[in-house]
């Protein structure tokens, strides 16, 4: 079995003159075998044991990357970097290069890129449809339970249509799920990268992403991704 933990960087704002309006967007998943998990959340156990009592206090038992210290940031990474069982891949689109039609449909547009980053993943790696189980955790971004629903039963029926595997897709809050804190971290490591031109922290664990792809509007999949908007609109 395998566990893949979701989670994003940016906003789907497209309103680039406001600045608190990101120029990319990332969905990056992390992925670990069921049995692994375990002592992958050890991983946050041992960050928050390096912590002053007042330091555990103010964060409540969870770690908000972006607004970590940089010497906790590159201690998870770098615990992170040291395992042989994970791996990660990673989708992201420049919003000036992505098609206008996403720009005031942005729950379609994650739901696209998170299947269209799926598909890689299960198209190219043949472990994935020989597991006897395999869930996907995202992080809950949305309150209103109807699109987290709407979120869940597509990434379901999309994958087990084009690869045949049965995918649980589970909404959890990063409160609650560890690993969740974990690609957190990541994922917003391979934001700044992007967005900021920092390079820093994502290189620490650059030799984990098996898969970086860029979307935009001129890739060969597009096509295919304006089929999937008709199903989504249906669905939403």
């Known amino acids: 079995?395998?566990?893949?933990?979701?989670?994003?960087?940016?906003?789907?704002?497209?309103?680039?003159?406001?600045?608190?309006?990101?120029?990319?967007?990332?969905?990056?998943?992390?992925?670990?075998?069921?049995?692994?998990?375990?002592?992958?959340?050890?991983?946050?156990?041992?960050?928050?044991?390096?912590?002053?009592?007042?330091?555990?206090?103010?964060?409540?038992?969870?770690?908000?990357?972006?607004?970590?210290?940089?010497?906790?940031?590159?201690?998870?990474?770098?615990?992170?970097?040291?395992?042989?069982?994970?791996?990660?891949?990673?989708?992201?689109?420049?919003?000036?290069?992505?098609?206008?039609?996403?720009?005031?449909?942005?729950?379609?547009?994650?739901?696209?890129?998170?299947?269209?980053?799926?598909?890689?993943?299960f198209a190219n790696q043949p472990k994935y449809s020989k597991s006897k189980g395999i869930r996907l955790i995202a992080s809950r971004r949305e309150t209103n339970k109807f699109l987290n629903q709407a979120f869940k039963e597509y990434i379901e029926e999309q994958v087990l249509k084009k690869h045949k595997i049965k995918l649980e897709v589970i909404i959890q809050s990063s409160e609650s799920e560890k690993c969740l804190q974990i690609v957190d971290g990541v994922c917003w490591s391979i934001f700044r990268k992007y967005e900021h031109q920092d390079y820093s922290y994502a290189e620490i664990i650059q030799h984990l992403i098996g898969c970086e792809y860029e979307h935009n509007k001129n890739n060969d999949d597009y096509t295919n991704l304006m089929v999937m908007e008709e199903y989504a609109v249906y669905k939403a």
Do not use: W
């Open 1 to 121: 079995m395998f566990d893949l933990f979701l989670d994003e960087s940016g906003c789907l704002g497209f309103d680039l003159s406001r600045n608190k309006s990101s120029k990319y967007f990332v969905i990056t998943i992390l992925c670990v075998p069921s049995e692994c998990k375990g002592s992958l959340e050890k991983l946050v156990k041992k960050v928050f044991g390096g912590f002053a009592p007042h330091e555990l206090k103010t964060h409540a038992n969870t770690l908000h990357f972006a607004k970590e210290k940089p010497q906790t940031r590159k201690k998870l990474l770098g615990l992170l970097a040291n395992r042989k069982d994970v791996s990660v891949m990673v989708i992201y689109f420049n919003k000036v290069k992505i098609n206008s039609i996403f720009k005031n449909q942005p729950q379609l547009i994650y739901k696209y890129m998170t299947g269209i980053l799926l598909n890689q993943i």
